[in-house]
């Protein structure tokens, strides 16, 4: 194994991160340059009548009546009944949420430029402001985008046949969930900053982004420019969660400006930028019945989904990636032969909805995990026994469910069953009774989920996307050293990429990690990938590295066997040298005969060299799809509505691992994102649609004394259709801490007559539900 | 999130601190630790024209230890009460009072003094101070001293008895007996955020001593006396009904839920403290 697929690695990356020496867009030093701050809309919707700009800063700030150039960031689709949007990254005429950009103000320091954005006096009419999705879908509301008709992104329908499901039912259940609008919050906020390269002809934009090579194409389009006049560089970023993989309206204002003045300008989001123009995720609502005979089997599901997207469809996913997703993904793993659903894609006065780590399956699983245990209550069984008997069996795989997902391989009812017993549940049920004589409210959830990642061109492309990611493509170099180089446009930004991707070279070449270098995020340094997102990157990246690194291999056997006096069949690779027998020669000999002795080499000499780049796609389209079941032992506490966790347990598979260290950060990174979605995160507004969780005091997230201590299994079921067997892991572990805990705190509360449907269950809404169910029992006693 | 520009003082004696705040057409702003007033300085909530730091001020951070008080130094940290370097009034008190209060990097800035004037409803110090019947002493550009008793100190959400012209100097608290109980208990979304509900109640049978104080309310601490009596009397913990009942003479209106955690946090932290027997 080595430094090859499956090795616990250190990751490269590490050293410079915890040692403060990474560079991130805030690190970037550039003599002229000019920091800018914006002025952004204090209002919901209004009518933007005047910008009036102090005579002394004519030339210091911008408005949308100087970026004329500029096109407005129109995300189209192919969907019928999709409208679009159009974003301009300066309002003009109109402002549609609290912190759309206005006005862009540029100076030697931050603070000036904030100086000079406050003396910018804004003149907006307010018009009627949309909070909440249910009021902007009723027939009067006003209108977000004026040459609408309605207020809807977008409808979808899916119509099964529900009839024996309807004829058949003995229990049905219905149920309204809500999950609460949430920020990102990487560690590193949004940062850009554009200069125009004189000598190159282009303008450079380094920016804190996923998906560099999407975003030259979006500069590009938008700016009115070239695409060979734009190079775009992702240095170190802190975080994306989804965040970071579309077009900012900021990205194209600070490089016009750039361009401009043709001098070097930045902009580094704050949090409280961040808190209010980024609230921008993960806001459902949904209708569910659900059919199901008596042991629990459910025959069919009849559901609406509401997606309160905001104001803006965003570049290149569009607002109606997050229902498209949510409206496929509700059946998840279970077998369920009905199926109906409508999902709403809702414009408000918010920011432009972004897909965060889940993509829609937070919601999806919380709301499928919360009606699963419904159902289990309803029948009196256990829900972990109901939960099993509904899965797709490992038997029936690969299995097309009803919304016609291909499950590539797995057997989910093993993940309900290993989580079952490592959680303990016969021995936690008899605890529970004795702290409930107690008066201590225990509770056990369970939430299992699939998440499909690295779905490719079709997938894409029948949700109606403007951009379809293809061939994902990496350079394989030996250099002349003969160590190892492998280019990249993905993009490497918590998730550790940069080391697993080494490993994959590293398991054909032999070569030790230390001695592979990976380039990554500059988009003047490596082939066209549309980046990472949709847990993509170890899959799309790690196979096209996979795929030239295997070439690579094969042409060093090749010009290993001419020094070596032998065929290349018979050369092996091992250990960074190349072997015939127990003669070998080492790399750096056969890189220095290609690139300075080339006297060395035959005539005939494979001219196509020790320089390999390689495309590559799954052999299907249809992504392939990791598992996993999460178990969550609680404690509520009646009287303060508070929940601490006793226990957590995650059992997942992800195919084969290529490093289970990295695999085991990403998931309790992605779990504790998971528990903030679960308990904590929720961004409130006003009913003037002001947010009133523009600070970290607000809006709370977990902190290390808030999480449990997670305890991880895992089996391995390899994918039969990606290089090996690799399936994309990145997102999922924030999937299902929703339903879990939830699952938990109502199974907890149930001798209370309490039942909480809602994200975040904060102390607020448990206390409440409480003191109104024991009201309600003082009436009817 | 930067600050409007401002003018930084660093006095190095407290004559020096007060005679800079004798111009009264100068918007100024003391600052003793920043840890409220540095974040309020980043959202632009606050824009002075001049700040004058006294959290260095050697005269605000000495203890005087009197034989029926202790008077503390207003520019002593939160990180040295948690550490336990500081005499205690009350065994213990100040100190599991300190170490709840944000976190250790906040703690190792803030001062007693600062949290006071700051006086965020939900912040510790104003309701433990009220509890152990603390009084603030008080200075004036002038020269002249008085002392506060902190039930007269704060007189709503982030106002005070303390001119634009004064800076507190210290805190005296009275000792208590070894016989003395005290309890706090608070509710809070995560450890470190303000409180949602505080309580606390300090007893001592010597002095002939009780007092039961609501924090995290909507303003000043609220001191409930017949609670007071009645638990002394009792060495009981009080009914929730009996609580909420009082709170709702005492706050009418006050938020069902702020209610209910407000009866529990008296009922936990009169049970602390009837164990600590």
């Known amino acids: 194994m080595g430094t090859g697929i499956g090795a616990r690695v250190a990751r490269k990356e590490d050293a410079r991160l915890l040692s403060g020496q990474a560079r991130f867009v805030g690190d970037l030093k550039f003599p002229r340059l000019l920091e800018a701050a914006y002025v952004r809309s204090p209002l919901a919707h209004g009518r933007l009548k005047s910008v009036t700009v102090p005579a002394k800063y004519k030339d210091r700030v911008f408005t949308a009546s100087d970026l004329t150039d500029v096109l407005p960031i129109r995300p189209e689709s192919s969907l019928p009944g999709y409208k679009a949007s159009e974003h301009y990254p300066l309002a003009k005429d109109k402002v549609r949420f609290v912190g759309e950009c206005i006005a862009i103000c540029v100076a030697p320091t931050r603070a000036e430029a904030e100086d000079i954005a406050d003396q910018v006096v804004v003149d907006i009419d307010p018009l009627p402001p949309l909070v909440n999705a249910a009021d902007a879908k009723s027939k009067d509301a006003p209108l977000v985008h004026d040459d609408w008709d309605d207020n809807l992104f977008l409808t979808t329908t899916f119509d099964g046949d529900m009839a024996f499901a309807e004829k058949n039912a003995t229990v049905v259940i219905e149920r309204e969930y809500n999950t609460a609008r949430q920020c990102m919050n990487p560690m590193e906020g949004k940062g850009t900053l554009s200069h125009w390269d004189e000598k190159a002809g282009q303008l450079v934009v380094y920016t804190s982004t996923q998906v560099p090579h999407l975003i030259r194409t979006g500069v590009a389009q938008y700016l009115q420019m070239d695409q060979g006049q734009v190079r775009v560089i992702a240095p170190d970023v802190g975080g994306g969660f989804g965040y970071k993989c579309v077009l900012q309206p900021e990205e194209l204002s600070v490089s016009w400006v750039a361009r401009k003045l043709r001098r070097p300008v930045r902009w580094v989001e704050d949090r409280r930028e961040h808190l209010v123009a980024g609230a921008n995720t993960r806001q459902h609502h949904y209708k569910i019945k659900a059919y199901a005979d008596d042991r629990g089997k459910l025959l069919g599901l009849d559901a609406e989904i509401t997606v309160d997207v905001g104001a803006y469809s965003v570049w290149p996913f569009t607002a109606c990636l997050e229902a498209a997703q949510a409206g496929g993904n509700l059946p998840g793993p279970y077998a369920l032969e009905g199926y109906r659903c409508k999902t709403y894609s809702v414009a408000t006065n918010k920011p432009g909805f972004t897909p965060y780590r889940g993509v829609a399956r937070p919601g999806v699983c919380f709301a499928m995990e919360l009606t699963i245990d419904a159902i289990a209550r309803a029948v009196g069984r256990e829900p972990a026994d109901v939960r099993r008997e509904n899965l797709v069996p490992g038997s029936a795989m690969p299995y097309t469910n009803v919304t016609g997902k291909f499950y590539d391989s797995g057997d989910y009812q093993h993940s309900i069953s290993e989580a079952t017993k490592a959680i303990g549940l016969e021995a936690f049920r008899k605890r529970q009774k004795e702290a409930r004589a107690q008066g201590r409210f225990l509770g056990l959830g369970f939430g299992t989920f699939t998440e499909q990642s690295a779905h490719g061109t079709k997938v894409f492309a029948s949700w109606g996307l403007p951009l379809v990611p293809g061939y994902e493509q990496a350079m394989v170099k030996l250099t002349p050293s003969g160590s190892v180089e492998v280019r990249s446009g993905n993009h490497s930004f918590g998730q550790g990429l940069e080391t697993t991707i080494g490993q994959v070279a590293s398991e054909w070449l032999t070569v030790d990690i230390s001695k592979i270098n990976v380039v990554m995020g500059d988009t003047g340094m490596t082939p066209y990938s549309t980046g990472a997102y949709a847990s993509r990157g170890m899959v799309m990246a790690g196979g096209a590295v996979s795929k030239a690194a295997e070439e690579l291999a094969a042409r060093i056997r090749v010009h290993a066997a001419h020094l070596l006096q032998c065929d290349a069949e018979d050369v092996t690779l091992k250990g960074g040298k190349a072997w015939r027998g127990a003669a070998s020669v080492d790399f750096a000999d056969i890189a220095r005969a290609w690139y300075l002795r080339p006297d060395q080499l035959d005539e005939d000499v494979d001219t196509a060299g020790l320089e390999v780049t390689q495309g590559y796609k799954p052999d299907i389209d249809t992504g392939v799809f990791t598992y996993a079941t999460h178990a969550a032992i609680v404690e509520v506490d009646a009287e303060t509505g508070k929940v601490s966790f006793e226990d957590y347990y995650v059992f997942e598979d992800c195919g084969r691992r290529v490093n289970p260290m990295i695999l085991e950060g990403q998931t309790y990174g992605g779990a504790a994102q998971g528990i903030g979605t679960a308990l904590f995160e929720e961004v409130l507004y006003d009913p003037s649609g002001q947010p009133l969780t523009s600070t970290l005091a607000d809006y709370i997230l977990p902190g290390p004394a808030e999480l449990p201590h997670f305890r991880l299994g895992h089996s391995e079921t390899p994918s039969p259709y990606t290089r090996h067997g690799i399936k994309g892991v990145g997102e999922g572990a924030a999937i299902a801490p929703g339903g879990a805990v939830l699952n938990a705190i109502n199974d907890a509360l149930e001798p209370l007559g309490v039942e909480i449907n809602e994200l975040p269950a904060t102390p607020h809404k448990i206390l409440s539900a409480i003191i109104d169910a024991d009201h309600q029992k003082e009436v009817a006693g | ?277």
């Open chain 2, 1 to 277: 999130m930067k600050p409007v520009g401002f003018q930084f003082a660093q006095p190095e004696t407290l004559a020096e601190a007060t005679r800079m705040l004798r111009d009264p057409g100068e918007d100024t702003k003391i600052m003793a630790g920043g840890q409220s007033l540095g974040p309020m300085l980043n959202l632009r909530l606050a824009r002075p024209e001049k700040i004058i730091s006294i959290a260095g001020l050697s005269e605000l951070r000495v203890v005087d230890e009197g034989a029926d008080f202790i008077e503390f130094g207003a520019a002593l940290r939160h990180a040295e009460f948690e550490d336990g370097s500081l005499p205690e009034p009350i065994d213990g008190m100040m100190r599991h009072v300190a170490r709840g209060i944000a976190y250790r990097p906040v703690r190792n800035r803030g001062t007693i003094g600062g949290s006071l004037c700051h006086a965020d409803p939900a912040a510790d110090w104003i309701t433990a101070l009220t509890a152990l019947g603390a009084t603030v002493r008080i200075v004036s550009a002038k020269g002249d001293t008085r002392d506060v008793d902190m039930t007269r100190f704060m007189h709503g959400a982030y106002r005070t008895e303390v001119n634009s012209d004064e800076i507190v100097t210290s805190v005296i608290v009275p000792r208590y007996s070894p016989s003395a109980v005290w309890g706090y208990y608070k509710t809070c979304r995560k450890v470190g955020e303000f409180a949602d509900a505080i309580a606390a109640w300090v007893a001592d049978p010597v002095k002939r001593y009780s007092r039961v104080v609501f924090g995290a309310t909507a303003g000043a601490p609220i001191i409930s006396v017949p609670l007071s009596q009645q638990i002394a009397t009792t060495g009981e913990v009080p009914g929730k009904d009996v609580i909420k009942t009082e709170l709702e003479r005492l706050a009418p209106g006050l938020d069902r839920v702020k209610q209910h955690l407000l009866a529990v946090a008296l009922q936990r932290c009169t049970k602390q403290a009837l164990n600590h027997d």
